[in-house]
C-alpha cells in the first residue's frame, strides 16, 4: 500500500467524523451548559461562608487571653548590627524571644505576626535598629509579643 491509496479512504473518514462531531457536541455543549447553570444557581442559594473568619478568630483568640502581667518595653538592636549581614534579622528575633522570656520569668515565648513582620519588614540583612514591644503573659504563663504603640 502507498500513502495516495491510503490518503482518500482517510480523508473521507475525517470528513465524515468531523460533520459528526461537530454536530454532536454542540448539541452536548447545550445541555451540559444547562445544567451547569442549574448547579451554579442551586449553589449560589446554599448556605453562604462567613465574609472574613481570619479576622474575627484573630480578634477572639486576643479577647480570650487573660492577662497577668502587661509591659512595654523599647528595645534597642543595636548589637544585633554586629552579626553578619545575612544572620542579622535571625538574630533579631532571637533576640527579642531571650529578653521577653528573661523580663517574664518564662520559656515560653512566641511572637505575633505583627512583630515577626516589623521585624522582617526590610529583609534580612536590616532589621530595625529600635523597637517598641507590648509583652503579654497569661494565667497559664505564657508569653506573647505584640508590637507596642508608636515606633
Do not use: C, H
Amino acid at each position: 500500500m502507498t500513502e495516495k491509496e491510503v490518503a482518500p479512504e482517510d480523508d473521507a473518514r475525517t470528513e465524515l467524523s468531523k460533520e459528526t462531531r461537530i454536530a454532536k457536541p454542540e448539541d452536548e455543549k447545550v445541555e451540559s451548559t444547562e445544567e451547569e447553570t442549574v448547579g451554579l444557581e442551586s449553589e449560589a442559594k446554599g448556605p453562604e461562608a462567613p465574609e472574613a473568619p481570619g479576622v474575627e478568630e484573630a480578634a477572639e483568640e486576643e479577647e480570650e487571653i487573660e492577662i497577668v502581667e502587661e509591659k512595654f518595653y523599647d528595645l534597642n538592636l543595636r548589637r544585633i548590627w554586629t552579626a553578619p549581614r545575612e544572620k542579622r534579622t535571625p538574630r533579631a528575633v532571637r533576640y527579642v524571644r531571650q529578653y521577653a522570656a528573661q523580663r517574664m520569668k518564662t520559656d515560653n515565648v512566641s511572637l505575633s505576626e505583627e512583630t515577626n513582620s516589623l521585624l522582617w519588614n526590610r529583609g534580612i540583612s536590616k532589621p530595625p535598629r529600635k523597637i517598641r514591644i507590648r509583652v503579654v503573659k497569661d494565667k497559664e504563663g505564657k508569653v506573647i509579643v505584640f508590637p507596642g504603640e508608636g515606633k
